[in-house]
């Protein structure tokens, strides 16, 4: 019966009905509270509608269900991360990411390229947060304003949140009005910066490292960047420890040796030029 629950949410998340198909996860879930594939479904579903903190809930159950060193962990995994970057929560995604991604790359999985993407995510969520408030504590208006455009984010979304549980809106409706709220605000406190930035004449601005400068594998800026064969960079020695554990391109998974690096000069005078420009990235 279960199964037949889990197999009607399938059929309605294929059509975009994520709703029902949530609906039909959550009553599969009351069946069979210890199948971890009905919570990884219902957790897709609940991304879909940006319900994180019910993402959040579901990828634990999940690992909790699976044992944390379970390959079949990696999925949820990176459920998890990702709500809890969308949750404003870096440190604790980071942590799982990492944990997570290292043992993708002991069992050669496909979540590998997900995974690494949440650590870096992570990363820079972690920094931009340091970065905010080390501007806020270089300038008192700048950071009453930041502050005032958070509150107002905070006021909408809870009036949304109102209007949701009244039934005057639907969940996707709600998904869609908040994520407009949160680009709005982030414009805001955006535009913001680059007034102050102008009227400080750069001394009042956001710190950033171009992410085509992060090595994939260590998250670091790249010092020594080679290619593999499909094209993508890597810092030579994350790379180099990488193909010689897995025998494959990160990237494709194709097979490759270390003899098929090649340098890329290029890149790697970007990333000293904007070291020497950037002495504060060494900390990054």
């Known amino acids: ?5 889990k197999a009607k949410g399938n059929e309605l998340f294929k059509k975009s009905d994520y709703v029902g198909a949530e ?32 993402v959040e809930h579901d990828a634990r159950a999940a690992i909790d269900i699976y044992g944390v060193k379970n390959k079949a962990t990696l999925k949820s995994s990176n459920y998890l991360a990702q709500a809890l970057l969308e949750l404003q929560r870096p440190q604790e995604a980071y942590d799982i990411a990492v944990e997570a991604y ?7 999985n496909a979540q590998t390229e997900n995974l690494s993407r949440a650590v870096l995510r992570a990363k820079q969520q972690i920094w931009a947060a340091k970065e905010t408030s080390r501007l806020r504590e270089m300038n008192e208006t700048l950071k009453g304003i930041e502050v005032l455009v958070e509150r107002d984010l905070e006021r909408s979304i809870a009036e949304l949140k109102t209007q949701l549980d009244a039934g005057e809106i639907g969940e996707i409706g709600f998904g869609e009005d908040c994520k407009a709220l949160r ?14 930035r102008i009227a400080t004449k750069g001394e ?7 992410d085509h400068l992060v090595d994939g594998i260590t998250f670091e800026i790249m010092h020594d960047p080679v290619m593999t064969p499909s094209g993508s960079s890597f810092d030579r020695i994350g790379i180099s420890k990488y193909v010689e554990k897995s025998g494959v391109d990160p990237i494709t998974r194709a097979a490759m040796n270390i003899r098929d690096l ?17 002495g504060w990235a060494v900390d990054w």
């Open 1 to 5: 019966m279960a199964q037949e629950l």
């Open 23 to 54: 609906d039909f996860y959550s009553q599969a879930i009351l069946k069979d509270p210890r199948d971890a594939t009905f919570f990884t479904n219902r957790a897709i579903t609940r991304i879909k509608l940006e319900k994180w903190a019910d």
């Open 102 to 108: 290292e043992l993708s790359l002991s069992e050669r």
């Open 183 to 196: 680009g709005d605000a982030e414009k805001m406190i955006r535009d913001t910066r680059d007034a102050f």
């Open 204 to 210: 009042v601005q956001e710190r950033v490292v171009p």
């Open 262 to 278: 090649r340098p890329n000069y290029a890149l790697k005078a970007a990333c000293e030029e904007f070291l020497t420009n950037n």
